[in-house]
């Protein structure tokens, strides 16, 4: 197992003890994304593991941050495969952009249908919301304000890619 120490950026200022599952470790080595990324607990928790490609094993999703240049991120690994996906750390991601720095909360979302915003693409306005079934688990990340969450999106594996399920405004 790999164990880290991070000085996290938070209102305590206690170092976080992290233990990774060891492969993930390896797998971050062998696809030398350990040269790119940087496990990072900037959040809570540091890291999800759940079937989130309904293939029946657990897969992991690990906050990172890229090296070069600080921008924040998830960093997902299909169990016992080569396949990996970054979400923001420096790549773009539907609406939650190649930086994740505004989000505040995270976690596994396990509802079994999610509304997604729907938007005006020459106003920007919010036109409502378009029920989205969901067949298994997919992640959440969403900005905080007051303790709510106040938009965000769902990180929802389709069968043949990733999508962003916006919601909020």
Known sequence: MLFVCLLSISATGICQNVTYPGWLRDSLKRKKLDMKYELNAYMKPAYVQEDLNGDGKPDIAALVI???????????????????????AGTNFGE?????????????????????????KKSGDVLGGKEIKLSHPCISVASVEDGAEVSGGLIYWTGKKYRWIHQGE
Do not use: C, P, Q, R
């Open 66 to 88: 890229e090296k070069a240049t600080h921008k924040k991120g998830i960093l997902l690994v299909h169990n016992n495969s080569s396949e990996y996906y970054v979400f923001g």
């Open 96 to 120: 939650g952009s190649d930086d994740f720095a505004w989000a505040g909360k995270w976690y596994v979302y396990k509802k079994k249908s999610a509304y997604e915003t729907m938007f005006d």
